[in-house]
């Protein structure tokens, strides 16, 4: 744990000596889904906040990943998310919509970022720069934090889809290729939430 927390103080406090002022996590969920949208979140956090014991979403439980974004979000200066429908992952596919998350997501800060930093991707097209880290949301405090606020938005839109779509269980896989999932998809055939462009066997 001590090794997280020096790593998230030595990543986002190096880009403040830098000069940069406002510095954005980003990350996204849903990209390997079968189901629903791909939804990117970016944060702008306030100075000196605390976040002690803060993990990525990948290891928090959905109880605490909900109670954490109530706290990330009461803490932010600015945050915002992008949301890439199934059907614009079918057109043009999850490498360029993943970009597009990014860029949506980071356009709607206000304030604006000086700096952002992304899990693993790096994107272009925003008016600031953007670092991909390599396992960013391990350790750069403000991309788990970003992490967190994406999952549990999609989670929730997920979980909504259930009333649209009964019998898929979206409220319990969140569109995720599980045996279930696909027990589903054999008996109802794909739904139009379904990215029809992925290999669903």
């Known amino acids: 744990m001590h090794k997280v927390r020096h790593e998230f103080r030595r990543v986002e406090s190096y880009r403040h000596r ?19 949208p791909l939804v990117a979140a970016a944060l702008i956090l306030k100075p000196y906040c605390k976040l002690p014991d803060l993990r990525d979403s990948k290891h ?9 974004a109530k706290r990330i979000i009461a803490r932010a ?6 949301l890439v429908s199934e059907k614009e992952i079918d057109r043009i596919g ?13 356009s709607g800060l206000c304030p604006s970022a000086d700096y952002v930093l992304a899990d693993y991707f790096s994107v272009g097209g925003c008016a600031c720069p953007v670092e ?10 403000i991309i788990a934090a970003a992490s967190i606020i994406a999952k549990v938005y999609r989670d929730a839109i997920l979980t909504a889809a259930e009333r649209r779509f009964p019998g898929y269980g ?10 279930a999932h696909r027990r589903a998809i054999k008996k109802f055939g794909l739904s139009s939430y379904h990215r029809k462009s992925f290999t669903i066997s």
Request: proline share 1%; net charge positive.
């Open 18 to 36: 830098q000069g940069y002022e406002l510095i954005a996590g980003l990350d996204e969920v849903g990209r390997g889904a079968w189901a629903g």
């Open 60 to 68: 928090v439980t959905p109880l605490a990943r909900a109670r954490w």
């Open 77 to 82: 200066i600015s945050f915002s998310y992008g």
């Open 94 to 106: 999850i490498s360029e919509a993943n970009n597009l998350a990014f860029r949506r997501a980071v």
């Open 132 to 141: 991909g880290v390599r396992d960013g949301d391990k350790c750069v405090r």
């Open 170 to 179: 979206f409220r319990e896989h969140k569109g995720y290729g599980t045996a």
